[in-house]
T-cell receptor
């Protein structure tokens, strides 16, 4: 099925550990995004990419890094996890604004707990 | 400054009743407007969107939304709510200021009483 796939779906980390979340899309979308969702805070943009090899900071980029070496993949890294990074992480992708089907397609999320 | 406002954090309706979820945005021109729905433990799913043209747009699951330029609003409606509509609903707006960036409201949690 076409869409956005996030791996892993669940993860528990110890404080100070590192990990990488993988997002893959098979719709040939130009834009990709990483959000975190916390109760009462809505969706907050961490980083995004408007094309292969490009990345940009969102609202809450501190403590995270990203890479988009291939158009279909967008990786989110946590170098040294902190309890404040406990959250549900969503990846999304979108075609460009000029296309009729412009709009985000979301993955099903990664639930991360940092202890 | 918050660009997208969903005034209602939580709404409760009875099954079969009508529903209206409010969304207001702060932007001078006509933005691109979206409504998404999130069921528990799931990602967000697109319900409908407005780019231009007819200001009343139809979406999936029997939802519709009306763009009102004079009120800077894009309210979501459904004539008769089903128990399966219980979920969180997010309004999102592309203000055109940042390439491909959607700004999301804080969400409205919908509870449906049987």
């Amino acid at each position: 099925n076409a869409g956005v796939t996030q791996t892993p779906k669940f993860r528990v980390l110890k404080t100070g550990q590192s990990m990488t979340l993988l997002c893959a899309q098979d719709m040939n979308h130009e834009y990709m995004y990483w959000y975190r969702q916390d109760p009462g805070m809505g969706l907050r943009l961490i980083h995004y990419s408007v094309g292969e090899g490009t990345t940009a900071k969102g609202e809450v980029p501190d403590g995270y890094n990203v890479s988009r070496l291939k158009k279909q993949n967008f990786l989110l890294g946590l170098e040294s996890a902190a309890p404040s990074q406990t959250s549900v992480y969503f990846c999304a992708s979108s075609p460009t604004r000029q296309q009729a089907n412009y709009g985000y397609t979301f993955g099903s999320g990664t639930r991360l707990t940092v202890v | 400054a918050q660009s997208v406002t969903q005034p209602d954090i939580h709404i409760t309706v009875s099954e079969g009743a009508s529903l209206e979820l409010r969304c207001n945005y702060s932007y001078g021109a006509t933005p691109y407007l979206f409504w998404y729905v999130q069921s528990p433990g799931q990602g967000l799913q697109l319900l409908l969107k407005y780019f231009s043209g007819d200001t009343l747009v139809q979406g999936i699951k029997g939802f519709e939304a009306e763009f009102k330029r004079s009120q800077s609003s894009f309210n979501l409606r459904k004539p008769s709510v089903h128990w399966s509509d219980a979920a969180e609903y997010f309004c999102a707006v592309d203000l055109g200021s940042t390439l491909g960036r959607l700004y999301f409201g804080r969400g409205t949690q919908l509870t449906v009483w049987p």
